[in-house]
């Protein structure tokens, strides 16, 4: 019975989808087709923001003053047929409208509100109000300050914050590129078993993230985990290695970032082996008889034909796995986030998440991702242009 | 001459001997856990916590598996994901299809803006829109539903799964739509019944893409839902391994249910979904 519950609730809300897209294709087709008849504009300016209102109404989030901003909408997109359409390209536009709007609705909007918020003080005593009546007290720069001044958890400071998140960042990028460049270099020899190989070295990547991290979790625990055991064991027939230093450790109390990174330096491997060995397998096997011939030895031909060939390849998926690892939440609130769990291993996205979502400072932890967000945008513009720069050169 | 090859030999198969070693000591830090979690899900449970480090553990049994599926929600977790992500992954790949046909096909003003838009919105920190949707959910009262989830997750895969459609239709000759066109049909004709039909796979991939996002996310559903019954799996499982440590065997035996299907997709499909991670990246 649930379960055909569930099925109609979501059929219902599919064909809602369907219903809203025709709808709003048939809005656009209006305007395509009629936007040079005066009346149109009239007649559109009246019923389109009622119809909307209307809407609204229906779903229970119409506010006061929403007729007024629909009205200005609807002058603003007869303008923008008017004058910029013209009726053109209509085909393009009402393919792209669905999409758009989807995105404008869940992308754009969101983040405009957490710009909003930030400005304002949403915290666990304010939601109530917010909830009701929709208004909240006006905070100006406070928000923005605190992020400077207070801890976002318990304790740490921002600047510890992002120093970590840095070290974090460097650390895992710099062993998923060098794990994966050894092993795509190993796999990409004429070898016996390689396809084996291959699939077993991705298994990491392809295991669902939650269950990887929450296993290996379990594996770093002090007495019960792998880990602990393997090194006890390793001590019982090798003890000379306790006099350098080896010995079993609370992994997750004493080091949890480096419990952490352990466990994100596993997952991101395979990713970047997989993109490193496609690079090299595009490289023609021309260049390295050529290099023969000329008696390279093998740290030249790496250095001179392998690095530059498979630079196209690595440098966006260096790009991509830098912004990964630096928004990786995942792995960190999974090892850390039970109740009790360290803030000893946090990094800036995860301690926003937990200042939202554990600690309730809403508007605190808006402001804080909009600095971060600031961040990464202008990390991005800037190595964009020196990686433009660069392709120039070439 | 045929002493020399044999050295030259010696030392290619001494080469392929450490190439061998090095791979398989790598493989099997990559397949340990997974047979770790194996082990822990076989064991009896009152030998949770040995220190036995063989594999099929000793008096193994699928006890854990039962208690499983007979005393807690996982089947009712596992409808809760597959239900939210069919949803998500169908709206998904129904928007991008058209959205990538208007990006390949088309020239309009606007259309880098657009593009640029949709590369860019990958930069925005996961974790920094969680907190907006979350606001929206609640204030139109969706929290702890389905459709609340489903709002949440539509989207998320949108900008990727339109670059992968844009480049495998950019491959598609335009003189089949020309053809189709003289013929009679429209615009919107010959993509419904030419470019959609071949781009099977293409649409199969972003499906895959969108639905193993939303199959294994955690942190939306994490604040979304609160209570057991609408718990997604990755929840459930979080709940089993973390509250009460004694269930480690029922949180192993849920990962295996849960990991098995999803290794075999993957694998099956990983040559295409790293062509189109690649492509994506690569013109952006």
New interface residues.
């Given amino acids: 019975m649930?379960?055909l519950k569930?099925?109609y609730?979501?059929a219902w809300?599919?064909l809602l989808?369907a219903g809203g897209v025709a709808v709003l294709e048939g809005y656009l087709y209006s305007h395509f087709k009629f936007y040079r008849k005066p009346l149109f504009e009239v007649s559109a300016l009246i019923v389109f923001p009622l119809l909307g209102l209307l809407a609204l109404k229906t779903?229970?989030?119409a506010a006061p003053g929403s007729y007024s901003w629909l009205a200005v909408s609807e002058v603003l997109i007869l303008l923008f047929f008017r004058f910029?359409v013209k009726g053109r390209?209509t085909?393009?536009?009402m393919?792209?409208a669905?999409?758009?709007v989807?995105?404008a609705l869940?992308?754009v909007?969101?983040?405009v509100?957490?710009v909003y918020?930030s400005f304002h003080d949403?915290k666990l005593t304010t939601i109530m109000m917010w909830?009701n009546t929709g208004t909240l007290p006006f905070a100006g720069i406070s928000q923005y300050v605190k992020v400077f001044t207070t801890s976002p958890l318990s304790e740490i400071t921002f600047w510890a914050l992002l120093g970590r998140t840095l070290v974090w960042t460097f650390s895992n990028v710099f062993f998923h590129v060098t794990g994966g460049f050894?092993?795509a270099l190993?796999?990409n020899?004429q070898?016996r078993?390689k396809g084996i190989?291959r699939?077993?070295?991705?298994?990491?990547?392809?295991?669902?993230?939650?269950?990887?991290v929450?296993?290996?979790?379990?594996?770093f625990h002090a007495?019960?985990g792998?880990v602990n055991?393997?090194i006890?064991?390793l001590l019982d027939t090798l003890p000379f290695l306790g006099s350098l230093g080896v010995a079993p450790v609370q992994w997750l109390s004493d080091y949890p970032l480096l419990t952490c990174t352990l466990i994100n330096v596993?997952l991101g491997i395979?990713f970047m082996m997989?993109?490193i060995l496609?690079g090299l397998q595009s490289i023609s096997s021309s260049y390295y008889d050529a290099a023969d011939i000329d008696g390279a030895s093998y740290l030249q031909k790496l250095r001179y034909i392998t690095l530059p060939l498979i630079r196209?390849?690595l440098m966006?998926?260096v790009?991509?796995g830098t912004?990964w690892t630096?928004?990786n939440?995942?792995v960190i609130?999974?090892v850390t986030g039970?109740a009790g769990g360290t803030e000893q291993a946090d990094i800036l996205?995860?301690a926003?998440?937990k200042a939202?979502?554990t600690y309730n400072r809403?508007s605190y932890?808006?402001a804080f991702?909009i600095v971060?967000?600031a961040m990464?945008?202008f990390f991005?513009v800037f190595y964009l242009k020196t990686f433009d720069a660069a392709k120039d050169e070439r | 001459m045929k002493k020399q090859l044999s050295a030259a030999a010696k030392r290619k198969r001494l080469q392929h001997f450490f190439i061998h070693a090095g791979i398989i000591l790598f493989a099997g830090a990559c397949v340990y856990p997974l047979l770790r979690i194996l082990t822990v899900s076989l064991r009896p449970g009152d030998k949770l916590f040995s220190t036995d480090l063989s594999l099929i553990p000793a008096g193994a049994t699928f006890v854990s598996y039962a208690r499983l599926l007979g005393d807690t929600m996982f089947l009712r977790w596992l409808w809760n994901s597959l239900i939210i992500t069919l949803a998500t992954s169908f709206i998904g790949v129904s928007l991008a299809s058209t959205a990538a046909y208007a990006f390949s096909r088309f020239r309009f003003p606007g259309k880098k803006a657009g593009m640029i838009l949709l590369l860019s919105s990958q930069m925005i920190p996961a974790g920094m829109l969680i907190l907006p949707l979350f606001l929206m959910i609640m204030k139109l009262k969706l929290m702890n539903t389905y459709l609340g989830m489903i709002i949440a997750y539509s989207v998320s895969s949108l900008p990727f799964s339109i670059w992968i459609l844009k480049g495998y239709y950019d491959t598609i000759p335009r003189s089949l739509e020309e053809a189709a066109l003289v013929d009679g049909t429209s615009q919107v004709g010959a993509f419904w019944r030419i470019i959609l039909p071949l781009s099977t796979p293409a649409l199969s991939i972003a499906f895959l893409f969108n639905f193993t996002t939303a199959w294994n996310e955690y942190l939306v559903a994490r604040v979304v839902l609160f209570s057991s019954k609408q718990y997604t799996w990755t929840l459930g499982l979080f709940e089993l391994q973390g509250q009460y440590i004694t269930q480690w065997g029922m949180f192993a035996a849920g990962s295996m249910l849960v990991t098995i299907p999803v290794l075999c997709v993957f694998l099956y499909s990983s040559k295409w979904l790293i062509s189109g991670l690649t492509l994506g990246s690569v013109k952006g």
């Fill in positions: 649930e379960i569930s099925i609730e979501v809300f599919i989808i779903f229970g989030l910029a390209h085909v393009p536009f393919l792209l669905p999409a758009f989807g995105l869940l992308l909007y969101p983040f509100f957490e918020l949403l909830k050894i092993l190993m796999l020899n070898i078993f190989y699939t077993l070295l991705v298994i990491p990547w392809a295991m669902p993230q939650v269950v990887a929450l296993a290996m979790r379990g594996e007495t019960n792998f055991i393997i006890t064991k596993w395979p997989v993109v496609g196209p390849v966006p998926a790009t991509l912004v630096f928004n939440i995942n609130y999974l039970q996205v995860s926003l998440y939202a979502f809403y932890s808006a991702a971060v967000f990464l945008f991005s």
